[in-house]
């Protein structure tokens, strides 16, 4: 598994088992030698910078939609905490989203364009097959879990807040 990371996270995602960490702050992930000689089958772009879509096209990084490639996304590129207060920003929102899929569908060399929640059974089946065989584990936030107190509560929101928390911040419901 490749995982392109700041220079902060780069060592956490190494501590969780990932085969190949790439500082995006000092090197170029879509020009590896061992992209050029497999491309990767999927990108999960969590951080919607606004140019990723077209580095990871024009590179050859990622296997085309024919092959199998796929680039799920987690928003509208560009801005990854939109701000949606009417039916224009929310155009404004789909405008984007609906073009970038145009573009995915007319360039033989691109990656399959999705959401996340376009991710079918067989990708979230075969990631349930790594879980199971332990290839990853989750990774909690500082403290998690943390009781559903309202102390816990606070806790977890601010570190959420932060919008930089290392892992997943879980508050434990029941024990």
């Not at 702050?25 to 000689?37: G, H, I, K, N």
């Not at 560009?78 to 145009?102: A, F, T």
């Not at 979230?124 to 065989?133: I, P, S, T």
Request: hydrophobic content about 40%; aromatic content about 6%.
């Amino acid at each position: 598994s490749l995982v392109v990371a700041s220079t902060q996270a780069a060592g956490l995602a190494a501590d969780l088992g990932a085969d190949l960490v790439v500082d995006y702050t000092r090197q170029d992930w879509t020009a590896l030698p061992e992209l050029r000689d497999a491309p990767a089958d999927i990108v999960f772009d969590l951080a919607l910078e606004p140019n990723t879509w077209d580095v990871v096209c024009k590179s050859g990084a990622v296997k085309n939609r024919e092959a199998g490639g796929k680039y799920v996304s987690s928003g509208a590129p560009g801005d990854p905490h939109p701000k949606v207060q009417n039916p224009v920003d929310m155009l404004g929102l789909m405008g984007k989203i609906v073009k970038l899929m145009l573009r995915a569908q007319l360039n033989p060399s691109a990656p399959a364009y999705t959401m996340l929640e376009g991710l079918d059974q067989r990708d979230l089946g075969r990631l349930v097959d790594l879980a199971e065989a332990g290839a990853f584990r989750p990774c909690l936030a500082k403290g998690s879990p943390l009781p559903f107190t309202k102390e816990g509560i606070v806790q977890g929101y601010e570190q959420q807040a932060s919008r930089h928390p290392r892992g997943k911040v879980v508050i434990q419901i029941a024990p």
